[in-house]
């Protein structure tokens, strides 16, 4: 049961201070989950959150839901799952109820602003930090670079969508294996 309540408190907690998504969300899962708990390792983690961007819904949410399901299967799974989501569903209802009457005020407008660059800055560490971890595993550097490359003009200047480009990249991967093996 305590192992329970670690899970709702942790998932709570990264749910009620996080701002901007998924991505945001991963230092503090990585300070809480990986350093502080010792629930999953930092590759675990990473793992959560690729198959989290593959699979349907939200990242942060699958993230959760594979985390709980490690430590207490289904239970765990829906402990963390509804801990993660409940801060928001509280935070937007009372927001969606006060906010229009706010927003012709001017710090209001700036507090917002204020709240969009931060998560900007948390954003460009995720890629930073996972871009280093990517390259420290990688056995092609080169050719991983290359992908890395062609993905990201794919998504932001030829604005195709990140599932396809996240998809082709898998099967490029997948191929390259089954030729590494042939060759073998």
């Known amino acids: 049961m305590k192992i329970l309540i670690n899970l709702f408190v942790t998932f709570f907690k990264t749910g009620l201070f996080t701002f901007g998504g998924g991505y945001a969300m991963l230092p503090i899962l990585k300070d809480e989950v990986v350093t502080k708990h010792k629930w999953a390792t930092e590759d675990e983690l990473l793992n959560y959150f690729s198959i989290g961007q593959c699979t349907p819904g939200i990242i942060a949410v699958n993230v959760a839901t594979f985390c709980g399901y490690k430590l207490k299967k289904i239970t765990g ?5 509804l801990a ?3 801060p928001s569903l509280i935070i937007i209802t009372l927001v969606a109820s006060v906010l229009s009457h706010f927003l012709q005020y001017e710090a209001v407008l700036h507090t917002m602003r204020g709240i969009r660059v931060g998560v900007a800055a948390v954003l ?4 930073y930090d996972l871009g280093k971890r990517v390259l420290a595993q990688s056995h092609f550097i080169k050719l991983d670079c290359c992908v890395f490359s062609v993905a990201l003009l794919a998504v932001v200047f030829l604005k195709i969508s990140s ?3 996240i998809s082709a990249v898998m099967l490029f991967s997948v191929g390259r ?7 073998r």
């Open 77 to 81: 799974a829906i402990v963390a799952t």
């Open 84 to 86: 993660l989501v409940l």
């Open 124 to 127: 460009i560490k995720i890629v």
């Open 163 to 165: 599932v396809f480009v």
């Open 177 to 183: 294996l089954c030729f590494e093996r042939r060759r």
